[in-house]
Nanobody
């Protein structure tokens, strides 16, 4: 069994920064990519960013480009999400996800493993 555990969420003022971490443990899996998704109250889950594990290529939703940065630490089996210039509309539960297959990175249903989520709240 693979476990993904997020940490680093919290309350921050608009314009502030947070760094989320997602540590993978348990059974090793051949991961193709890791991603971050978020879900705000009353809204559907949406893609935020993803990183191809083998070569570090990154992909971002337009709404976070230039503000968020995804990175990975292979040795620690951990993926990070650095969030800068946070806005109230970034408020959501953020989920880490991992996938083994090549495919559309923005499609959450194609990911194999999910974390429990961490709350990010940005006050105005």
């Amino acid at each position: 069994q693979v476990q993904l555990v997020e940490s680093g969420g919290g309350l921050v003022q608009a314009g502030g920064s947070l760094r989320l971490s997602c540590a993978a443990s348990g059974r090793t899996f051949s991961r193709y990519a890791m991603g971050w998704f978020r879900q705000a109250p009353g809204k559907e889950r949406e893609f935020v960013t993803a990183i191809i594990w083998s070569d570090g290529r990154t992909f971002y939703a337009e709404s976070v480009k230039g503000r968020f940065t995804i990175s990975r630490d292979n040795a620690k089996n951990t993926v990070y999400l650095q969030m800068n210039s946070l806005k109230p509309e970034d408020t959501a539960v953020y989920y880490c996800a991992g996938r083994q297959r090549v495919g559309m990175l923005q499609a959450g249903e194609t990911y194999d493993y999910w974390g429990q989520g961490t709350q990010v709240t940005v006050s105005s």
